[in-house]
């Protein structure tokens, strides 16, 4: 008997011995071995036979069986059903409610149970999609009912039902043709559409049953229905078949789920904390700006109050440019389709465009959707030396995108918005230095709004799409330069594969506000391939008296005026901080004996160079500060005849109440240096008062 054969032997019948005995590496046990599986801690488990996740958690304990509610394997976020490979190694995490990610597996699993439910209510279900989103989940039907909230009441107490029996979730596979049976049997015609269309290359397909209820979904899902310890539905709205506006009218109905009632109903409460910040509302209500459907949907107006808050954000932004060595450029609203054909833009954004506009001659023109093809002909427009690189060109540049009317959302999601745009051509040798300039610079306009709640997203290339263009070398470069720039600065930053621009990768600000929802605003992106021969064959004369090849970054730290705007009247509720309110000061008269003295402290006031205005009606003090509040005046100066003899104003401050009895210069200077700090002292939360702060699973 060969030496190898008495291992073989050996090991199969004596596991507990364990292969560190024998002195075997990974790539040797493998031999022996169907699979490996190695854990967070290090720890490897063994399997000889055909194992789940679920298995791996047997294998460690049951109270660790019990509490596992899905798993990670290599990366991906699988059921404890799903079947390891028979061979090799991989690497597990089990998840368990503590876990992030089983929030999104416990979710979809609460979709299935709401789509059952409503199946159970309501005659003629077809199903479509059911995927998780952002702070919970919905699923899209067509059935002839038109539900409404007055529904929400029987299909929760259905889904109360299904949940306390507690039937586990069955993943069942099946071969195309077999999957397309199963869907035509049940009648369900959106699903035999997708395995026959969006399915077509998919040899095998999953199916998950949960007693009498079956849906095409690859999950995964949590075990069983008793995993879900709370849930709600919140909304119902209209919604198309695989969003096609001209495909079959939906019903979507909207839902969330957590593993226990008190996060349940912290998430409820921070439901209602968003409705009361919705900068929509507040917009309307403090006369920011306005949307007007005959001037077009998705195109924002700024009233004078809101225009303000504007100017000041682009006047603040023009000084730390020129600061930084930026020069202002300007550009048309339009361009030749050309243009974008050869920047690229148009094949990859062509949906997202406006119409293109024929001239004389057939000549093309589209609204502009982007700035960097217009600065790359403003560099291109003479010879350039490395003696003038880096060079940064900067505009607050207006561009149009053809967003479908029911994506609009406000001032976070509209067809025509201003960015803080900005595009640097440098050397190779100065890319990294640039970089770090815009990320540094990205940190001090955030910091300077306290806005001091964030992560660094990276957006790389996956390596599997054919989406992205350029050499495979140069992303590489690109991407490793990022990753070196953050790890200097101290960010912690983790990389996404697939969020690149198709031109290059990029580094996303993914801002956290004061009651905890993320937006993505400022992006840094570098960009070797817009300069090079295939696209705009862009060039400086180095040294050596030869041609060289630009890097390009592009950078916009407040990214789309329009949309931070709107994220800062939501963050703020309304309340912004002194250096940015359109109104920073009222002056309030005691009655109508005071209205001279009143007038004089205004016309102090609008000297020193604040934006000031005067209640001198003849209404109660009472309703005038109760006006001022409601308007959120940072400072109110109450002036009667007392304060007209002593040449001082009591000062009423919106977040530390009634400050008492100032001289107007000092009143003046304490206002004037909080303006100079930009300070950010307390940010509004609504109805809990002044606070400190400065994946889709279906098919």
């Not at 955030?446 to 997203?457: A, I, T």
């Not at 002593?646 to 400050?659: A, E, H, N, P, T």
Request: proline share 5%.
């Amino acid at each position: 008997m060969h030496s190898s054969n008495l291992i073989e032997i050996v090991v199969f019948d004596c596991p507990l011995y364990g292969w560190s005995r024998f002195g075997l590496s990974l790539a040797d046990r493998k031999e022996f071995l169907m699979l490996v599986v190695k854990l967070p801690d290090g720890t490897e488990k063994e399997f000889n036979q055909p194992s789940t996740p679920g298995d791996v958690a047997s294998s460690i304990g049951p109270g660790l069986a019990k509490a596992a509610m899905a798993a990670v394997v290599d990366g991906n976020t699988v059921g404890l059903d799903y079947g390891l490979p028979s061979e090799g190694a991989v690497d597990l995490r089990l998840l368990t409610k503590k876990d992030a990610e089983s929030l999104s597996v416990l979710r979809h699993s609460c979709a299935h149970i709401m789509a059952r439910a409503v199946m159970r209510l309501f005659d003629g279900v077809q199903l479509a999609f059911g995927p998780t989103i952002d702070g919970g989940f919905y699923y899209d039907f067509e059935l002839e009912h038109t539900l409404t909230e007055e529904d929400f009441p029987a299909i929760e107490a259905e889904m109360a039902k299904i949940i306390k029996e507690g039937e586990p979730f069955e993943r069942i596979e099946r071969s195309r043709d077999e999957a397309l049976q199963v869907c035509r049997d049940m009648a369900q015609e959106f699903k035999v559409e997708h395995i026959e269309s969006g399915l077509a290359d998919h040899e095998m397909l999953s199916f998950y049953q949960q007693g009498e209820f079956v849906d095409l979904c690859r999950g995964p899902h949590v075990p069983n229905a008793k995993a879900v310890g709370a849930f709600k539905l919140l909304s119902v709205a209209g919604a198309y078949w695989k969003g096609d506006a001209s495909r079959q009218q939906l019903q979507r109905l909207y839902g969330t789920a957590f593993f226990d009632k008190q996060s349940l109903d912290a998430h409820l409460e921070r439901i209602e904390e968003a409705k009361r910040r919705d900068h929509r509302v507040l917009g309307k209500q403090l006369d920011l700006f306005m949307i007007s459907p005959l001037a077009g949907s998705g195109l924002v107006m700024w009233l004078p109050k809101g225009a303000t808050i504007r100017t000041l954000l682009e006047g603040f932004m023009r000084d730390e440019l020129s600061k930084r060595g930026y020069q202002p450029v300007y550009t048309p609203s339009i361009g030749r389709t050309e243009l974008y054909e050869t920047s690229g833009h148009y094949p990859y954004y062509a949906d997202s465009m406006f119409a293109p506009i024929t001239m004389e001659q057939d000549e093309q023109y589209i609204l502009k959707p982007m700035n960097c093809p217009h600065h790359i002909m403003i560099y291109k427009h003479r010879p350039r030396s490395y003696r003038e690189l880096p060079v940064r060109l900067a505009e607050f540049g207006t561009v149009h995108r053809y967003e479908k009317s029911g994506e609009l959302s406000g001032m976070t999601r509209v067809r025509g918005f201003t960015q803080d745009d900005a595009h640097i051509f440098c050397t190779a040798d100065q890319v990294a230095s640039e970089f770090q300039g815009c990320i540094e610079m990205t940190q001090f306009v955030l910091k300077s709004l306290g806005l001091n709640d964030y992560r660094v997203r990276l957006g790389f290339r996956d390596p599997e799409s054919t989406k992205y263009v350029g050499d495979e070398q140069l992303w590489n470069n690109a991407q490793g330069s990022l990753v070196e720039v953050c790890q200097n600065l101290g960010i912690e930053a983790e990389p996404e594969e697939g969020e690149a621009a198709f031109y290059g990768p990029k580094a996303d600000f993914v801002v956290t506000d004061c009651i905890g929802r993320e937006w993505q605003l400022g992006t840094v992106q570098l960009d070797y391939n817009l300069p090079s021969d295939e696209r705009f064959g862009l060039e400086y004369v180095g040294a050596d008296n030869s041609y060289h090849k630009p890097v390009m970054i592009h950078r916009a730290p407040l990214g789309s005026l329009e949309r931070f705007i709107g994220v800062l009247i939501e963050h703020f509720a309304g309340a912004f901080p002194l250096w940015l309110a359109p109104e920073q000061v009222r002056v309030l008269t005691v009655s109508e004996k005071s209205e001279e003295y009143g007038r004089s402290v205004l016309q102090q006031l609008i000297d020193a160079g604040f934006r000031a205005s005067g209640d001198f009606r003849a209404e109660k003090l009472g309703a005038k500060i109760r006006d001022g509040q409601l308007e959120l005046t940072p400072y109110m100066f109450i002036v009667g005849p007392r304060d007209a003899e002593q040449g001082v104003v009591s000062v009423r401050d919106r977040i530390d109440g009634d400050l008492g009895g100032m001289p107007i210069a000092q009143a003046i200077a304490k206002l004037s240096d909080e303006v100079k700090q930009r300070a950010v002292r307390k940010v509004y939360s609504g109805s809990a008062g002044l606070t400190d702060r400065g994946s889709t699973n279906e098919y």
